[in-house]
């Protein structure tokens, strides 16, 4: 399995987070499929992306 990268990067690792909850919170919530994995990294450049497997 590869990792599906979102298309945007944050400048703080608050904001990348609050990209992850909300993809967990719209899955509950319309009822779709959640990734079987989220996770927050880090960039080489120092900025935070959201980053997970389908």
């Known amino acids: 399995m ?3 990268y979102w298309l945007r990067l944050y400048d703080s ?3 990348a987070g ?3 909850r909300r993809m967990e919170h719209d899955g509950w919530l ?3 499929d959640l990734p079987s ?3 927050v990294f ?3 450049r120092g900025r935070y992306g959201v ?3 389908p």
């Open 18 to 20: 609050v990209l992850v």
């Open 30 to 32: 319309y009822g779709v």
């Open 2 to 4: 590869k990792w599906v």
């Open 37 to 39: 994995e989220i996770e």
């Open 51 to 53: 980053r997970y497997i």
């Open 42 to 44: 880090r960039s080489r």
């Open 13 to 15: 690792k608050f904001q």
